[in-house]
Structure formats: C-alpha cells, structure tokens
C-alpha cells in the first residue's frame, strides 16, 4: 500500500515532464507555481513561458496525465496563474539541460 | 574551386570535412544543394497556408494558437532555407514571389487540402514526422556546415509538431464518435506520406545527392524509418494502417497496392484498381493537386498586391 | 475576487463590460493577425505576424479568466470560435479579414496601440489583480507596437502609402469612438472606484499622443493637429451617431458576419 500523495511527491512526478520542445523538465524550467493536494484533488499552479506559447494544451493534458498516475490521485485541477515568467526562473539543472543544446 | 572536377569536393567530404562556403564547393555540388533547399524550402513553405486553412476547424481558441505556432515555425524553416539559397546566389524573392504555382517543388501531398481537424493533426502526425525524417537525415548527413548548424532548431520544433499531432489522433481514437473521421482521414494520408519519399531504389539512382553528402539515406531507407515509428504509433492508439512489420527481414512491409491511382476528389486511393507504374504518379505530381493554386496565390498576395500598387 | 472587497453590482457590470471589450478585441485582432501568417509581402512579416496573433489570443485567458471570476450575473463568456455568441463587442473593422495588406498594418497600429493604452488605465488603477494582469499583457505590447509602426514608415514610403492613408483614414474615427463618449455613467463608476485611472477624453488624447507625432513624421496627414493653446489635440467630428456604446464599435459594419 503506497502512502498518500503530497505536494513533495507530486512534484517529483512533475519533474518527469519535459517541456514539448526543450529537453528539460517543467519544474526544472520554472513553471510549476504551486503543488496542492486535498483528499483525491491534486491542484497545480502554473505559469507559462509566453501567455502566446503554442504548447500550453500539451503542457496541461501532459500533468493531468502524468499526475492521475499518482496512486490516490482521481482528480488533477491545472490553474494558470499570470505570474511573468522569466530566465532567472530556470533552475541550475535546467540551464545546465539547455546548455547542453546550445541554447542558453 | 575547378568546376568541372568533381575530384576535389569529393576527397573534402570524403574525409567528413563540410563545406562551409559557396565557394568551397564546385557548380554540380552548388546545383545539387540548392534543388535540394528549394524543395526542403517550398515544403516548409506551402504547410502554412495548408494549416491555416484546416485551423479554422481548430476545437478551441487554444487549439487554433498551437496550429499558428505551428506555422511560424515552418514559416521560420522555410526562410532558413531560403537564406541559404540566398547566399548561393539565388534571387528568393522572385522565387517566392513570382514562381507560378505549378513550378513549387513541394510534394504533391501539400496540394490536396485539409478539410478537417482530424485530417489537419494527422498531417502533424504523418507529414511532420515526414520532414523530421528527411531533414533528421540531412541533420546527420549533410555535408553543408550552414544546413547542419540551422537544423538543430528545426529539429526540436518539429518534435513539437509532431507530438501535437500524436497527443491529438490519440484523443481521438479514444472518443468513439470521433474516432471513424480520424481513420477516414488516415485511410487517405498514410498512403499519400508513403508516395512523398518518392521513387523506390531499384528506379531512382541518387548518384549526386548521395555522394555529395546532401543526403545520407535512401528513399527506401527513408520510408522505412518513417514507417519504423509510424505503423507502432498507429498501431498502439488502435488506429489500422496497410503495413505491417515483418520480423525475418526487420522490415515493414506495405499491405496494399503502391503506388496506386488517387481520386482527388473523392480523396480516396483506388486500391481495387491494382498498383499503377511511378511514371504515371510523376504525371499526377508534375499536373499538381486541387489546391496548388489556391495555396501559392494567397502566399504570394501581399506581394502581389504591393507590385501592383508600382503599377 | 479573493484578495478584492465584493463589488457593488453596477461597478461589477462596468468592470466585466470593459474586461470583455478588452479581450473580445484582443482575441478578433488576434485571429485577423493569424490570417496574415499566410500572404504577408515578406516571409518576415508572415512569421510575425504569427507569433503577434499567438499572443494577441495568449492575451484573451488572463482577461476572460478574470471575467469568469467575477461571477457577475450574465456576464459572456469566452470567445472559442468568432460565433459563440450572439453579440461580441469588438471594433467593426476587427470582425472580419483585413482586405489588404495596408488595412492590416492600420488596424493593427491602430487597435494595438488603443488596447495598450486601455491597459495601461487599469495597470495604473487601483485593482491588484488587474494591475498585475495588465502589466503582465502590457509587458508583450513593445514588440506589437515596433512591428506596426515599422510596417506604417515601410508603407508610407512606398508605392502603398495612398492605400494606407485611405486605410488610417477609414479606420480611426471609429478608433477614436472606442474610447467612449466623455461622461460615460460605467466609466465613471470605474473612476470612482479607482480601478481606471483616466477619463475617456484623457484616453483618447493619449491615443493620439501616441500615434500622431509618427504619422505625422512619416508623412501620413490625419486631420489631427495639436492645439498648443489648450494642450491637446483636435480631431475632426466623431461619427456618434453611428456609434454603439454596447458593443464598443460603429454601428454601420457591426452586424456583418465574420467569415
């Protein structure tokens, strides 16, 4: 019997997805605003890079996908807050993935 | 460099060096690069207005704005390609411009319209992963530095593409009501992607192209890559596609008849015909398809209407 | 609202009148922009013209979110396709396909330019979270504005600056008008509640601030000539008659269907 889910384990599943053109995880690239977890609910706050990026669809089906794996989880909520997103928002590991390509 | 020789660009490229410049290559090599960025050029080129038309039927607003991302960047491929036909001499706005529609060199599949978003994801699905084999394999192959470094953008954006395309077709497959268009409009495009890799081996000899390094596959070998993950991929979502793999020779085999007659209209291939001979495919390709005019002339209005305006 | 005091009813229908004016705008320019992404006179402007469009409609979610939260009683909802509703409240000549290349440069430096500065009311307001929302779409405006005013100098100093006159000539009276009569019973209420900072008469000189000084350096007379002796500018007579405060656009053009 696994243990109930928490912000901390959601957002290591998080951490599976990669963004739909850059090799590098959604976390890792700074968009993940907020993990919340109420009984069966997950809810994730998210900014986008652009309020114009293509790939927002993708994005959302890609976490409620990825977080309705998560044993105990039957309902994901995506909410998008406005937040600016901005370079200083990658993490280290996250520049180091966009390095690796060239292009950061 | 002596462009008569061919002795020289030979031993350069032998030896995995790229070309760098225009000028470090002979005429043939020059000709051979730039029919083959022309095609890659008009390919990127034609899918926007072909897109833009079938977005209409984009589901939600959200939707539309992933197809418009979607054509700025073939927009922004094309012009990659175009830039270097630049700077080998080529007037691009004329050959943008003031070609007649029947000169573009995209293939024929570009020409038959798409008329529904089921038909618009699979042509991401399909024609994208198209590109992303051949323009893969000039990644990997080309022996043109300027090429090889644009393509490394190209690449991750077409990864998007078809992605959008895949995560669409398999929502559809999963919705009942929707899932008989989505097969209505694989019954149609899978066929037309096989023919875009064009002639088979035992016809086509790819002498320049191949020794050149401006490509590095075969058509054959190019088609069976396309097929290596676009047959799993069909498969897996439930979706039925006229080939199959073939484990003693690790191939996939095409489970109808091809090349075969394709009624445009009707957009439908006449397999109970038979298999026709690739002389008449290139009859129908060089006639062009239903919507080749109407695709180039309204690139081409902006700066037709501004010429005008020079009277 | 969460972090803003419930507001009174007829504040609250102001504030959702001028949120859905906003984004019905953003979201018609936005498909008129993607339409250019096909036929533009240089594979440059096609290629921007996609990406504006893809955020002139990114632009549409903070503001119809916004309206969704408010919750006000029959407030519309977000435009997906041009016909979900029976009454959209966009500017006549954002409803359908720009007829030439120099219309679309016109409307654009006209819209954009009008919607920018309407953003800029509320960022200025008293409202955090459109202020924060504002100046979250405001911070995407500087590459819009570039892009247009660099086509309206190319086309002024080309064979097309007839074209594009007539355009501008057509298109800004009802651009003026967007702003609203001076006195409007909505906008005051907004006013009073702070979430505006400017009158309509002050958003519409400002409109002009903007906009005049380079048409009239690229040699595009408009009719507009600044008064130094009362410190604004003078247009010639608005077409209110034509003019409905409801849908936000001249009435003459505003039942044509989108194609």
Known sequence: MSSRPTPESLREALAEISDPEYPISIVDLGLVRGVTVHESTATVQIAFCSLGCPCIELIVEDIEQRLLEVPGIDRVEVEEVFERWTRSDISPDGLKGLRQIGVA | ??????????????????????????????????????????????????????????????????????????LGHAHIAYRMLRDLGVDTDALIYERKPHEFCHPYAFDVPLESWHELVVANAFYDRAGFVLLSDIFQHTSYGPWKRALVKVDREETFHLRHGER???????????????????????????????????????????????????????????????????????????????????????????????????????????????????????????????????????????????? | MTREARLDPATETALAALIVVLADNKYFLGRRLSEWAVGAPTLESAVACAALAQEELGHTRPLYSFLAQLEAPGAPVALEHDDDRERTYCLSYLRQRFPSWPYAAAALFLADTALTIMLQGLENGEHAVLRRRASRLIADEPTHAKFALGRIRELAACSSQPALQAALAELLPETLCWFGPAGEPGVNLLRSAGYVSHDNEQLRQQLLDRIAPSLHEAGLPIGIQWNDHGQRWEYPALPWERWSSLERCTETQARTPTT
């Open chain 2, 168 to 311: 669409w077709m398999r929502t559809l497959a999963a919705d009942p009501d929707e899932k008989p268009s989505l097969q209505g409009a694989v019954d149609w495009m899978f066929i037309m992607t096989l023919e875009w890799f064009g002639l088979p081996d035992r016809l086509k000899r790819h002498g320049d192209q191949l020794s050149f390094g401006l490509k590095g596959l075969s058509n054959d070998e190019l088609r069976q890559k396309w097929l290596g993950t676009c047959v799993p991929f069909c498969e897996s979502i439930g979706i039925d596609v006229p080939a199959h793999h073939d484990p003693e020779t690790d191939t996939y085999v095409i489970d109808c008849p091809f090349p075969s007659e394709f009624d445009e209209d009707e957009k439908r291939w006449l397999l109970e015909d038979g298999p026709i001979e690739w002389d008449q495919v290139l009859v129908r390709w060089k006639r062009r398809g239903p919507a080749n005019e109407e695709f180039v002339r309204s690139l081409q209005a902006g700066r037709r209407e501004l010429a005008d305006a020079l009277g």
């Open chain 2, 1 to 74: 460099m002596d462009d008569t020789d061919d002795t020289e660009i030979l031993e350069r490229i032998g030896a995995g060096k790229l070309v760098e410049r225009p000028e470090h290559a002979n005429e043939r090599y020059r000709e051979g690069l730039k029919r083959t960025l022309i095609v890659s050029g008009d390919t990127e080129l034609i899918s926007a207005p072909s897109y833009l038309r079938a977005a209409q039927h984009a589901p939600r607003i959200q939707s539309y704005i992933s197809v418009i991302g979607i054509i700025q960047d073939e």
